[in-house]
């Protein structure tokens, strides 16, 4: 029964993971980019945002 759990646990966190990790690393980057460089442009949060959409397109399959 452990191991089902376990299974179901895992297809649980790759699922939230592979739907709501680029909006995660977003909000992350955003916040650090405002904390590190205060008067910042936005428009690198954008870029940013694209990059990560790429990157979980190509790479993350589950």
Sequence with gaps: MMTY?????????RFF??????TALTIVFALAQAHFF???PVWPI???FIAVMIIFGR???W
Excluded: N
């Excluded at 759990?5 to 966190?13: E, V």
């Excluded at 993971?17 to 680029?22: A, E, K, L, Q, T």
């Design 46 to 48: 954008g870029v940013f």
């Design 17 to 22: 993971f592979s739907v709501y990790g680029p």
């Design 38 to 40: 205060p008067g910042s």
């Design 5 to 13: 759990i376990k299974r179901f646990l895992r297809w649980q966190g």
């Design 59 to 61: 790479y993350v399959k």
